[in-house]
Protein backbone atom coordinates (compact mmCIF):
# COMPACT_ATOMS: atom_id res chain seq x y z
CA UNK A 1 0.00 0.00 0.00
CA UNK A 2 1.45 3.58 -1.21
CA UNK A 3 -0.02 7.05 0.19
CA UNK A 4 0.87 9.77 -1.65
CA UNK A 5 0.12 13.36 0.18
CA UNK A 6 0.27 16.32 -1.45
CA UNK A 7 -0.93 20.09 -1.41
CA UNK A 8 0.50 21.68 1.60
CA UNK A 9 2.68 24.65 1.36
CA UNK A 10 3.01 28.29 3.25
CA UNK A 11 0.17 30.25 4.02
CA UNK A 12 -1.05 33.50 6.36
CA UNK A 13 -3.17 33.25 9.06
CA UNK A 14 -6.76 32.98 7.94
CA UNK A 15 -5.88 31.45 4.48
CA UNK A 16 -6.62 27.74 3.28
CA UNK A 17 -5.52 24.85 1.79
CA UNK A 18 -6.49 21.67 0.71
CA UNK A 19 -4.41 18.54 1.06
CA UNK A 20 -4.85 15.36 -1.36
CA UNK A 21 -3.75 11.58 -0.16
CA UNK A 22 -3.85 9.26 -2.79
CA UNK A 23 -3.71 5.34 -2.48
CA UNK A 24 -2.85 2.40 -4.17
CA UNK A 25 -1.93 -1.20 -3.52
CA UNK A 26 -5.24 -2.85 -2.20
CA UNK A 27 -9.01 -1.70 -2.35
CA UNK A 28 -9.45 2.05 -1.04
CA UNK A 29 -12.76 2.25 -1.02
CA UNK A 30 -12.73 -1.03 1.66
CA UNK A 31 -10.95 1.10 4.52
CA UNK A 32 -11.37 4.45 6.38
CA UNK A 33 -9.18 7.04 5.97
CA UNK A 34 -7.59 9.26 8.32
CA UNK A 35 -5.53 12.51 8.64
CA UNK A 36 -2.80 13.30 11.55
CA UNK A 37 -0.43 16.08 12.16
CA UNK A 38 2.43 16.36 13.71
CA UNK A 39 3.95 19.49 15.12
CA UNK A 40 7.47 20.72 16.21
CA UNK A 41 8.26 18.72 19.64
CA UNK A 42 4.44 17.43 19.73
CA UNK A 43 2.56 13.92 20.03
CA UNK A 44 0.83 13.25 16.66
CA UNK A 45 -2.45 14.04 16.42
CA UNK A 46 -6.11 12.79 15.10
CA UNK A 47 -7.25 16.04 12.71
CA UNK A 48 -9.99 13.90 10.77
CA UNK A 49 -11.41 10.87 9.81
CA UNK A 50 -13.74 9.64 7.23
CA UNK A 51 -15.94 6.21 6.62
CA UNK A 52 -15.59 4.52 3.76
CA UNK A 53 -18.60 5.59 2.14
CA UNK A 54 -18.09 9.09 2.93
CA UNK A 55 -21.31 9.38 4.82
CA UNK A 56 -19.27 9.61 8.63
CA UNK A 57 -16.64 11.97 9.62
CA UNK A 58 -14.67 12.80 12.81
CA UNK A 59 -13.09 15.62 13.32
CA UNK A 60 -10.82 16.92 16.44
CA UNK A 61 -12.36 19.52 18.72
CA UNK A 62 -9.43 21.64 17.47
CA UNK A 63 -10.63 21.59 13.71
CA UNK A 64 -14.55 21.06 13.57
CA UNK A 65 -15.69 24.12 11.74
CA UNK A 66 -12.71 24.69 9.97
CA UNK A 67 -11.31 21.73 7.97
CA UNK A 68 -13.66 19.35 5.96
CA UNK A 69 -12.21 15.58 4.79
CA UNK A 70 -13.87 14.19 1.74
CA UNK A 71 -13.15 11.58 -0.40
CA UNK A 72 -13.17 10.32 -4.13
CA UNK A 73 -13.49 6.26 -4.10
CA UNK A 74 -13.45 6.22 -8.52
CA UNK A 75 -10.21 8.59 -7.69
CA UNK A 76 -8.65 6.89 -4.87
CA UNK A 77 -8.04 10.37 -3.10
CA UNK A 78 -8.74 11.76 0.49
CA UNK A 79 -8.78 15.08 0.82
CA UNK A 80 -8.71 17.56 3.30
CA UNK A 81 -9.82 21.65 3.00
CA UNK A 82 -8.44 23.62 5.91
CA UNK A 83 -10.19 27.06 6.04
CA UNK A 84 -9.55 29.61 8.59
CA UNK A 85 -5.76 28.61 9.16
CA UNK A 86 -4.29 29.49 12.28
CA UNK A 87 -0.26 29.57 13.40
CA UNK A 88 -1.22 26.55 15.92
CA UNK A 89 -2.39 24.30 12.71
CA UNK A 90 1.69 24.21 11.51
CA UNK A 91 2.26 20.66 11.06
CA UNK A 92 3.39 17.94 9.42
CA UNK A 93 0.03 16.54 7.93
CA UNK A 94 0.04 12.83 7.63
CA UNK A 95 -2.99 10.68 5.57
CA UNK A 96 -3.43 7.04 7.31
CA UNK A 97 -5.49 3.65 5.92
CA UNK A 98 -7.82 2.35 8.77
CA UNK A 99 -8.19 -1.13 9.66
CA UNK A 100 -11.65 -1.10 8.57
CA UNK A 101 -14.00 0.44 6.61
CA UNK A 102 -16.77 1.47 8.76
CA UNK A 103 -15.36 2.57 11.79
CA UNK A 104 -13.47 6.31 11.85
CA UNK A 105 -10.87 5.88 14.70
CA UNK A 106 -9.33 8.67 16.60
CA UNK A 107 -6.10 6.31 17.40
CA UNK A 108 -3.05 5.81 15.62
CA UNK A 109 -3.23 2.41 16.45
CA UNK A 110 -6.63 2.22 14.47
CA UNK A 111 -4.42 2.72 11.28
CA UNK A 112 -1.62 0.56 9.73
CA UNK A 113 -0.49 2.56 6.38
CA UNK A 114 0.73 5.93 6.79
CA UNK A 115 1.67 8.54 3.89
CA UNK A 116 5.03 10.35 3.86
CA UNK A 117 3.39 13.79 4.94
CA UNK A 118 3.18 17.42 3.65
CA UNK A 119 4.54 20.24 5.58
CA UNK A 120 1.76 22.83 6.32
CA UNK A 121 3.09 26.32 7.60
CA UNK A 122 0.79 29.27 9.04
CA UNK A 123 2.45 32.04 8.96
CA UNK A 124 0.88 35.13 11.71
Known amino acids: VQLQASGGGLVQAGGSLRLSCVGS????????MGWFRQAPGKEREFVAGINWIGVSTVYADSVKGRFTISRDNGQKTVYLQMNSLQPEDTAVYYC??????????????????WGQGTQVTVSS
Open 96 to 113: AQGTSAVLVGMLSSQYDY
Open 25 to 32: GRTFSSYA
